[in-house]
């Protein structure tokens, strides 16, 4: 058996449709973690280490991935062709490898533009490894995104009542208004 993790249930179903039998396509349902909202979840001072946080929905959506995984020896992260998608293949990849599920399993990435059959039959053809760069650069921006937001989000809720929060545009924007 294969096992195939992508991100929506829908898209799960029609490219079950397409590999057959053989395979079995799971969906994780988009982020399977997240940075928790409390200080210390970046440290700066760690070389900008991280600490993530599942949660009860995701990890039932990772209990019914590794479950397929038991007798499996391939696993092909097809997630969304971009940077959110390439950090959510990472995401599942290190929790499974976290749970020592991959022993014995060769896991591949697979990308596709379309869902059609021919699009998936190729992708699934051409497997690489998960893309690095993309993934740095999804650890950067949250991060960023955490350290600027977190910060300047409570200053805007107070001087701005109604505004939801701050990130790393918004925050450039506001200074510029102010100086």
Not at 72 to 77: E, F, H, I, P, W
Not at 81 to 107: M, N, T
Not at 157 to 174: C, Y
Request: a negative charge; one cysteine or more; proline letters at 4%.
């Amino acid at each position: 058996m294969n096992v195939v993790v992508v991100e929506s249930p829908a898209k799960a179903k029609t490219i079950n449709k397409y590999l057959g039998s053989d395979f079995r396509v799971l969906a994780s349902y988009g982020h399977v973690r997240d940075l928790p909202p409390k200080d210390g979840s970046v440290r700066p001072e760690e070389d900008f280490s991280l600490t993530w946080q599942t949660d009860a929905k995701s990890k039932k959506h990772l209990d019914e991935i590794a479950a397929a995984l038991e007798g499996s020896g391939n696993l092909y992260l097809a997630t969304d062709p971009d940077r959110e998608g390439e950090a959510i293949s990472w995401h599942v990849q290190q929790l499974l490898a976290d749970r020592e599920l991959l022993d014995g399993v060769d896991v591949k990435r697979v990308v596709f533009h379309e869902i059609t059959k021919d699009a998936v039959l190729a992708a699934m053809a051409n497997p690489r490894e998960l893309n690095r760069e993309l993934i740095d650069a999804y650890l950067a921006r949250r991060a960023l995104d955490y350290l600027v937001g977190f910060t300047l989000s409570p200053v805007l809720w107070r001087k701005l009542p109604g505004s939801r929060s701050a990130g790393r545009v918004q925050s450039v924007a506001l200074r510029l208004i102010c100086e």
